[in-house]
């Protein structure tokens, strides 16, 4: 069974900080692993990565993903009392079987 | 461009009652997903379709979950009948297709059962 493990569960900064948030993966047949904010609602997609060592960054987020040794990062500079969220991580399969696995997430909260 | 489409957005009802949810997918998205939330099981996929042809149901909690397609622009997700363990969010999510990854989730159906 696909297993997408997030680390720290919960984490709590003061606004100025930079965070990592940890994603690692035991999957079969992987095709992308994907990034996502979930404020009060819906989650909202980040990033995807299929390739590894390639950063991909918007703004203040930015990520990467390591195939060899299964995980990725999600780094935020400069965090804002905006950034509190949950932040997910999903492995989408290959092979037609078109679905993601979400992993638990990481609680981020900003303090001013 | 209207985003997905979820309804209701909040839903109490008493144990024993039909509750169906209904999910309107971004025009154009061949793939639709159903995903349940709850604090103690994260965001699990229930069920998906591809071009309105269920795919993979693996996610099905049991008999009494059913869902249908009947055309690529409506979906329903029917719990009958439902028991408190079933209240949960209930996202609605669309992808471009089967493997775009991607997913455009709705604002999902907070449903409590009593």
């Known amino acids: 069974e696909d297993k997408v493990v997030q680390s720290p569960l919960s984490l709590v900064v003061h606004e100025g900080d930079t965070v990592t948030l940890n994603c690692s993966y035991e999957?079969?047949?992987?095709?992308?692993l994907l990034w996502y904010k979930q404020e009060k609602k819906a989650p909202t997609f980040l990033f995807m990565l299929?390739?590894?060592?390639i950063e991909k960054k918007s703004g203040r987020l930015s990520s990467i993903l390591d195939k060899k040794e299964l995980f990725s990062i999600l780094n935020i500079t400069a965090t804002q009392t905006g950034d509190s969220a949950v932040y997910l991580c999903?492995?989408?399969?290959?092979?037609?079987?078109?679905?993601?696995?979400f992993g638990d997430g990481t609680t981020l909260t900003v303090k001013p | 461009d209207a985003g997905v489409i979820q309804s209701p957005r909040h839903e109490v009802t008493e144990m024993g009652q039909e509750v169906t949810l209904r999910c309107k997918p971004i025009?154009?998205?061949?793939?639709l997903f159903w995903y349940r939330q709850t604090m103690m099981r994260g965001l699990e996929l229930l069920i998906y379709?591809?071009?309105?042809?269920?795919?993979?149901d693996s996610g099905m909690p049991e008999d009494r979950f059913s869902a249908k397609m009947p055309n690529a622009s409506f979906s329903t997700l029917k719990i009958q009948p439902s028991e408190p363990r079933d209240s949960a969010v209930y996202f609605c999510?669309?992808?471009?297709?089967?493997?775009?990854?991607?997913?455009?989730f709705g604002e999902g159906s907070r449903l409590t059962v009593l």
């Open positions: 025009s154009g998205h061949n793939s």
């Open positions: 299929t390739s590894s060592g």
């Open positions: 999510a669309s992808s471009v297709r089967e493997s775009a990854g991607e997913l455009f």
């Open positions: 999903a492995h989408h399969h290959s092979l037609g079987a078109g679905k993601s696995t």
């Open positions: 999957v079969t047949n992987f095709r992308s």
């Open positions: 379709f591809n071009n309105n042809v269920p795919i993979d």
